[in-house]
């Protein structure tokens, strides 16, 4: 599925109309894993995207802290191998030339580097630490990586109303090692496919985070994009927005241009 940001994002037809997977699955199994195809298969073709965003993190007193950065994203197109994707910090002077590149893997480890300018050296992110924060915000470092739908198992819940559209409610499981996540349940509009809210569950079973994506823009009359995602920590309080101001599609970048060997140089 895309980046965190192409797909959080979440990145959920066994063939024919999605209206025939869904009646004609047999189980709550298989009308969720119909769902996260359909999902996956909307979003088929982008190519890449170059987004500007700005990330705006808040503690439990309110006290906010900004940061500009840019995210590229590179879909690959074999089945077996995820997306790639480079987060780019452009301010505050403490963060800026902070790059971050992923390599989604579906049930492997994703590959995950960070390039720290302070530093003046490249991280490799350890398997063990993907459920840790990303760049101090809400966001845990394995959400950065795409949502691959082998990355899951899958379970449709319900139909429900979801403000004045109609959702369906679905669980994932992952599937792959070191998750940070027990599961997540995601309100899915019955008509884009888009993700509405998701909840994570940690590994004690407990709802410890609420991801709510609102303001949904279509691109090149097929790729819908939330302008804003929401992400709050119900135990701590802490809070993060990502708020788009602008994404390009089909730019013309290359695999190439996502690899480690590029990270210190990367704008």
Not at 42 to 63: H, K, P, W
Not at 98 to 113: E, G, V, Y
């Amino acid at each position: 599925m895309h980046s965190l940001f192409r797909r959080i994002f979440f990145s959920l037809l066994i063939g024919g109309s999605v209206a025939l997977s869904t009646a004609y699955a047999e189980t709550p199994e298989e009308k969720g894993l119909a769902i996260a195809k359909e999902v996956d298969r909307r979003d088929e073709g982008f190519q890449d995207t170059v987004a500007i965003l700005q990330m705006i993190l808040s503690n439990r007193q309110g006290r906010e802290s900004r940061r500009k950065l840019k995210i590229k994203t590179f879909e690959m197109t074999d089945p077996k191998v995820g997306d790639k994707s480079l987060v780019i910090f452009d301010s505050p002077r403490d963060v800026k030339g902070t790059a971050f590149l992923t390599h989604s893997k579906i049930l492997d480890p994703d590959d995950q580097w960070i390039y720290l300018p302070a530093l003046g050296r490249i991280k490799r992110i350890s398997s063990s630490n993907k459920s840790g924060p990303f760049m101090g915000s809400e966001f845990a470092y394995e959400d950065m990586s795409s949502r691959e739908v082998g990355k899951y198992h899958y379970k449709w819940l319900r139909d429900e109303p979801c403000g004045t559209m109609t959702c369906f409610v679905v669980e994932a499981y992952p599937q792959y090692a070191k998750s940070g996540y027990t599961k997540l349940v995601s309100w899915i509009d019955t008509q884009e496919y888009r993700t509405m809210k998701t909840e994570f569950y940690n590994r004690r079973g407990e709802l410890f985070k609420v991801l709510t994506l609102s303001d949904y823009k279509l691109y090149l009359n097929k790729y819908w994009r939330a302008s804003k995602l929401y992400m709050e920590n119900i135990m701590t309080g802490k809070k993060t927005w990502l708020i788009w101001s602008r994404y390009d599609f089909r730019t013309g970048l290359k695999e190439q241009n996502f690899s480690k060997s590029r990270l210190k140089t990367a704008k």
